[in-house]
């Protein structure tokens, strides 16, 4: 009997990483599924999954947990799944720069550290699978999620350089690249709203109000929403491809605006986000 092939999932507690951590421990994977809190560690355990305490935004943490894994496994990983991260919204006037390098520790920093914490580890045994879950928010800017969009801009960056220092090394990175997906996305991005920005007193506030809304409101935000099996099944070919994609679009608007990038010019592309921003945040 064979081995099960291992990956360690970040950011496993509901959504998107939760939805990939059962998907592939049901298809024979042996999944080590990752949260920040001690609580939805304890929930994942409860489901059946393995579990690892992983805050991203500390590196003891971060540390810790790719040692235990590691203890598990006898020192072998074959895939890590980067699916950690939150969204802050806000002005970019508005972000001061604790709030900023926080959302980077997390989105970006971390699962740096991570990656690399893991690459020699699959150096070792000739393979392995680097998965990003990116956004489309790493391809177009969307007014009042700068801090977002430039933790994925950058994560995109360096994922495509990585994809090409690895090129023979038997590693593949690829950048899954969701639009909207049902997933508690909005509510934590409220939190981090309510918790790091001061609508009263910045010039944004009328357009503050709007922005409540959206995070607030129940039911799908957008249009093209889909649910986190989308994203599975774009997991499961990086993972099982002799060939893995460089990127994976998920939905109908990352397509889009992958093509629209390409074809308009650059202001005609900020007229079209700026009023897609303007009537999302109405």
């Known amino acids: 009997m064979s081995t099960p092939r291992s990956i360690l999932i970040t950011g496993s507690a509901s959504g998107i990483g939760l939805c990939v951590a059962e998907g592939l421990a049901a298809r024979g994977y042996r999944v080590f599924a990752s949260a920040r809190r001690e609580a939805d560690v304890r929930a994942l355990r409860a489901r059946g999954l393995e579990s690892v305490l992983l805050d991203l935004a500390d590196a003891p943490s971060v540390a810790q947990a790719v040692a235990e ?40 920093f971390g699962t740096v550290d991570l990656t690399n914490r893991v690459i020699p580890i699959m150096r070792a045994q000739g393979h392995g699978r680097i998965i990003q879950n990116s956004s489309i928010l790493g391809l177009i800017a969307l007014p009042y999620r700068g801090a977002y969009t430039a933790s994925k801009f950058a994560l995109e960056g360096l994922s495509d350089t990585l994809r090409l220092e690895l090129k023979g090394s038997g590693i593949h990175v690829s950048l899954i ?32 109000e709007g922005l409540e809304r959206r995070l607030t409101r129940a039911g799908p935000a957008q249009p093209f929403t889909l649910s986190p099996e989308a994203v599975l099944k774009k997991v499961i070919h990086a993972l099982e491809s002799p060939h893995p994609r460089a990127r994976y679009p998920v939905t109908f608007p990352t397509r889009l605006f992958t093509g629209l990038k390409r074809a308009l010019p650059g202001r005609a592309l900020d007229w079209l986000l700026e009023r897609i921003g303007r009537g999302e945040n109405a």
């Open 69 to 108: 894994v590691l203890e598990q496994t006898g020192g072998t990983l074959d895939a890590l799944f980067n699916n950690g991260a939150y969204g802050q919204p806000g002005a970019v006037e508005d972000l001061r720069r604790e709030v900023l390098r926080e959302q980077f520790e997390t989105n970006l």
């Open 177 to 208: 690249e969701p639009g909207p997906i049902k997933s508690r996305f909005r509510a934590n991005a409220y939190i981090a709203y309510k918790k790091n920005i001061d609508p009263v007193h910045s010039a944004h506030r009328h357009r503050y």
